[in-house]
């Protein structure tokens, strides 16, 4: 058995994160085979196996840290091939991928470079001349394994250029994942890390949303006073003792309570859900990320959503209205413009700012106010008009890990959809049970303006797009 | 300058051999390629080749722990054998740390070249052998070196006619690349050269990235017309083109060593992969701008007009490909059977005689290295 430890592929390395095993236990590996791919402070690097074998043992899972000088892989040189039954599937230890749809980025798993660790690399000896001549036996196999690279001398012109495309493309998703990154400069990087907080997590109010080192710190702030707080909550009042705490109703607070009251007891609401397919949606958001037209601009599937709703409008407009009581009865004013709502948890509490004429934007420009508004919307600078004149309103539950609710409307308006988290579901394709990116849409309407069967249509035209957004070629 | 001088600098890009491997006529230049035979050819791509099967198995002896590090040249193979086989063996070559294919030409040994790489060694390889200096790990620091030898060369060769300094004559060539091109030092360094009219070939290989920084942040315009400002001709070649780069090269070879002053070459190349194994290329550029250098690969034009030319067959792809893997096999070889010096040898290179401080100071070391006598063996595997 020979063991592999990981060696520094930089200068000064101590550790790195494994990004995938391109080889499982049980496989037969030859030299300068590419065994595993690795995610260090400064690249992506993929480890060429120096020994011909049979791999015995993988020792960390992806997404471990594995420090400089620890076993990655053992590899028996003279073993036979086994098959890989009774193997234990390698466990996801951290990054468990659950992609939320949230303007914020997704969980950047295996992409960022990890902080530098603090941890100092250990005093070894120098390997004496007797331990680097126990090597060559491995090297003398070198010459075997004349396919051991994946470039190879006598390759002819057009397999050059298919090498250097597979290469491009292999690179792709982490110049996409690279692009998605939240900004922070690597100090504060190391701040949240050492910290123990995840930077995704962090709302950036420096210059372009750059996460800066007073969030990190005021993250944690909030985090350590809400965890403090919690085992003396019960039995201790905070204003001298009493156990029933007051606060007084105002602000943003205020102004919501108002405005839920006037919608939920004037406007008769009518709710309905629908489960939906996302799993193309899922696949759509990915390509346009790594779209060059899309470089630098957050992508996430309520993009996707917000055009859904803007066309499914159109089909529909009823739901693009709103009542209006008026001296001489009430009316029903339809409008042919969209102003898009989008209800924003903000540091001032719940707002839902609008895009003034969201139908006129095509995919880039969308998403490019869908950030400038949820930007504006944490930074706490939305102002009174981004909030006026709005016709119709997403609320985006699922960022909080919700499966659906039942929206209430925003004031003047007769339609609000609400978006549930996006999950991997076992659903039925074709009498076969499959795992698939499910989501939940519920929608909420004034019935006096919305009958069942519009909200239902409404809603089905929404559904559909999340389920093919190719329909929107159409 | 001279007519010569500005007839070579009037020429625009050097372009023998096409992407598509096909042969253009050269008024000027194809004087220079006369004795390239079928056998020559056969020899450039053996070169080129093997230059980069090396550079693979070195990549790979990094990534598996047995290099510090670890210099790729994937995609500069032409400029570097077109270059290296213009010279003569008595001309003297100051090299970065990237001219693995100019070191094959001046038969230094692969496998020799890794102790550097591999920590055991400084250099790794007696300059004096072959005429190829010892690696320069700081940018430009070669430059005013190279200077310095053409300044020499001429005292030595005081007297000599034009004729003698052709025939017998001897040059530098300074390899720097488009980074080094904006240090100082290459600015003194081809003022001095041309200031005494040093026999030198300035030979840029601008390979459009200095780590991250593209060359259009480097310099607003193409190097090659710095020459005019020193006063020397400049030659901008395909760098892709083994024939174009032996023929300038060869050109320039001849200018400098019959005495009428330095020349500058800027070779137009691109570095396919990283710039180290430390550096990842896409954080700072798209796989766009690697796929339109793609079809420029060095080796695919050569192997083209090869091919067409019906000058190798099958077999001789098949003989280089087990050539290079056998090759590979014997440096990882000799690279892992390299005896480790200890630490305290280091301190005997500082002075040749005994010195009090070093003296004092190898004490205090070898006390230190007793301190972890405990945890002996943790290092080995």
Redesign the interface.
Known sequence: MTVFNLPDVGEGLTEADIASWKVSVGDTVEVNQIFVEIETAKSLVELPCPFAGVVTELHASEGDTVLVDQPLITIDEEGEPVLPTGVPEPVQVANTETPNHSEEPGPLVGSGPAADSAVRRARTSRPTPSAVAARPSAANKAGASAAGLADTISRRAQGLGQAVAREVDRRKPAMANFMDRVLAKPPVRRLAKDLGVDINEVIGTGVQGEVTREDVNSYQGQREAERDAAPTYWGHGAQGGALIERSQVRGVRKATAKAMVASAFSAPHVSIFVDVDASRTMEYVARLKKSRDFEGIKVSPLLVLARAVIWAAARNPSVNASWVETESGAEIHQKHFMNLGIAAATPRGLLVPNIKNAHTLNMRELAIALNDLAMTARAGKTSPEDMREGTLSITNIGVLGIDTGTPILNPGEVAIVAFGTIKQKPWVVDGEVVPRWITTLGGSFDHRVVDGDLSARFMADVASIMEEPALLLD | MSRAANEATDQGLVQILTPEGQRLPNQMYDAYLGDVDDDMLRGFYRDM??T??FD??AT?L?????L??WVPLRGQEAAQIGSGRATRPSDYIFPTYREHGVALTRNVSFSEMLRLFRGISGGGWDPRENNFHMYTMVLAAQMPHASGYGMAINLDQHGWDEAKRAAEGDAVVAYFGDGSSTEGETHEAMVFANSFNAPVVFFCQNNQWAISVPFDVQSKVDLVHRAAGYGMPGIQVDGNDVLAVLAATRWALEHARSGKGPVLIEAMTYR?G?HT????P??YR???D??AW??K?P??RL??YLRENKIVDEAF??Q???D???M??KV??DA?????P??AKSFEQVYAEAHPLIQEELAWHLEYEAG?AD???????
């Open positions: 080749a093997l980069r099967r693979q198995e790979a990094q990534r598996q722990g047995q510090c590090l396919l990283a194994t430390a550096d990842d896409t954080k798209m796989s766009e690697e796929l793609a079809p690969d080796l695919i192997e083209t792809f098949a280089l490909a087990t290079g893997d056998e590979a096999a990882r070889k892992m059977a390299f005896p480790v200890p630490l972890f945890e002996s063996g943790v290092g080995e595997k």
